[in-house]
């Protein structure tokens, strides 16, 4: 079974339609890069999968748990669906550490001092061991970007969702974050990431998809549809943000 | 003008003097704590609650916040009594201040938690915290931060206007004040004095709050 399976979903605000019969079923371990113009609804579609979002139609299952049903308790559903935002999301009055156990030890009843032990192995993986008990504003972009991965990766998703989330970074601090992404890749976890990083879709993505006006336009292995893409829109699309 | 000021009748009555200090402090902390409890009760009603209870707390609120807290002392003194329930004047005066304060507070901390951005509430929900954890855990205390040089203020307005209880007879500094120039008929130097102990406490207040700030939200 398919780890997500999106199928025929639509999303009105009021009276405007911003997704439109969008299907998508995403295996366990595959990578997915989410492209488009501004507008196209890329973040709207990852909010609907967690349940940020209500859908007017279709339906959302992560992981066998359906996620436009009433009798689904979305919490357990966002357990297994860790999201990262552009602007990083730490909650400012907490340190590193508290801002990575506070979920596990209110959800899982661990211990503060087991809670510890996995913030210390979330952060060596973002490579931000040292910042266990900084504060964020201490630190950069790059690195409370990082710590936010790090933040969702401690309760152990089977997916995780990122939402452009080197759009707010410098490029040397892009790199830090991409270099994270890469090694997620690696290790085999479940992405789908909204992108603008052409290069890292092309050598780490499994599949890219292309959103234009509230539908994926297109759909294909990633490297393949970036080399040449089948639809107009696309290719436009592609002209524009690759010049 | 030929007229000899006379402090020695006032300071006489020091003891007097303190015994009403005392109960100004012991209504205004009383009513600080029962007021904040009303405010983030009745804020977090209007914000997150069923529309009946916003209804009602809208209510509440703009009633408290567009009446005299005088005419509201004597409705809970003189006025409920006549439905059959009576309160000894200290109690009527901490009920009023409460209520009173409450109205104020619910406007201040509705305020503080609305400056909460609403994607450090989504970010808490999508790591799978209930309601209840986010509100608790990432949304009140950026709030109290926020909210805090309001509250402060409006704490020590609330200090000031528990004067206004000397008028059903509560013994705190302004009814002593009554007493003593009553007594000595020393207007001038009686009020003067009171006024300057009013303003003493306002600053010992303003510098307990800045300490507690100091203590409590300014980590490093
Ligand atoms: N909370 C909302 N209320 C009303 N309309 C919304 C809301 N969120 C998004 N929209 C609309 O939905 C459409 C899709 O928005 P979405 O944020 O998903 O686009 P996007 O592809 O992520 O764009 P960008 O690249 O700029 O982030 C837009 O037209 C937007 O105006
Ligand atoms: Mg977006």
Redesign the interface.
């Known amino acids: 079974m398919a780890l997500l399976e999106i199928d025929k979903i639509t999303k009105r605000f009021g009276t405007n339609t911003v997704l439109d019969d969008v299907s998508l079923t995403v295996d366990a371990g595959e990578i997915i890069a989410v492209i488009g113009r501004s507008g196209s609804g890329k973040s709207t579609m990852l909010r609907c999968i967690?349940g940020?979002e209500p859908i007017q139609g279709g339906r959302i299952t992560v992981d066998g748990m359906q996620v436009n049903d009433k009798a689904t308790d979305?919490?357990?559903l966002?357990?297994q669906?860790?999201?990262v935002?552009q602007?990083y999301?730490?909650?400012?009055?907490l340190s590193v550490s508290r801002n990575i156990t506070?979920?596990p030890t209110?959800?899982k009843g661990i211990t503060e001092a087991e809670g510890r032990e996995i913030a210390r192995e979330v952060l060596q993986r973002v490579g931000l061991e040292e910042k266990l008990d900084a504060?964020p504003d201490q630190l950069s972009g790059g690195q409370q970007q990082r710590v936010a991965i790090a933040?969702?990766l401690a309760?152990r998703p089977k997916l995780m969702l990122f939402d452009e989330i080197t759009s707010a970074l410098d490029p040397e601090l892009t790199g830090e974050v991409l270099k994270v992404l890469e090694d997620m890749a690696k290790s085999g976890m479940t992405m789908i990431l909204v992108t603008h990083e052409m290069g890292f879709a092309r050598r780490f993505g499994s599949r890219l998809v292309f959103m234009h006006e509230g539908r994926i336009r297109e759909e294909g292995p990633a490297a393949a549809t970036l080399a040449e893409p089948r639809t107009q829109e696309l290719e436009t699309f592609l002209g524009a943000v690759l010049h | 003008m030929s007229y000899t000021f006379q402090f020695r009748d006032v300071f006489a009555a020091w003891e007097f003097i303190l015994q009403g200090v005392a109960m100004t402090l012991y209504l205004s902390a009383v009513t600080m704590v029962l007021g904040l409890a009303i405010g983030v009760a009745c804020a977090a009603g209007r914000l997150y609650g069923p529309k009946p209870l916003r209804v009602l707390v809208g209510v509440y609120v703009e009633s408290i916040r567009n009446t005299p807290l005088l005419v509201q002392l004597f409705i809970i003194f003189f006025g409920l009594p006549s439905l059959g329930v009576r309160f000894d004047a200290t109690t009527a005066a901490v009920i009023t201040l409460a209520v009173n304060l409450g109205a104020y507070a619910t406007e201040i901390v509705r305020a503080g938690l609305e400056a909460v951005?609403k994607?450090?509430v989504?970010?808490?929900?999508?790591?799978?915290?209930?309601g209840l954890?986010v509100f608790r855990?990432?949304v009140l205390?950026?709030a109290l931060?926020m909210m805090y040089p309001s509250l402060a203020s409006q704490f020590i307005l609330l200090m000031l206007a528990t004067s206004i209880t000397s008028q059903i007879a509560v013994e705190d500094l302004f009814h002593v004040a009554s007493i003593i120039q009553s007594r000595t008929f020393r207007d001038f130097e009686v009020y003067t004095v009171i006024g300057v102990l009013y303003l003493l406490l306002a600053l010992v207040f303003r510098g307990g709050f800045a300490l507690l700030y100091q203590l409590v939200f300014a980590?490093?």
């Not at chain 1, 999301?89 to 009055?93: E, I, K, R, S, V």
């Not at chain 2, 989504?122 to 209930?130: N, Q």
């Open positions: 967690n940020l979305l919490r357990k966002r357990q669906v860790g999201i935002f602007s999301n730490l909650f400012p009055h506070l979920a209110l959800i504060y933040r969702s309760m | 951005p994607a450090q989504e970010a808490g929900h999508s790591l799978g915290l209930s954890q855990h990432i205390f950026p931060r980590r490093r």
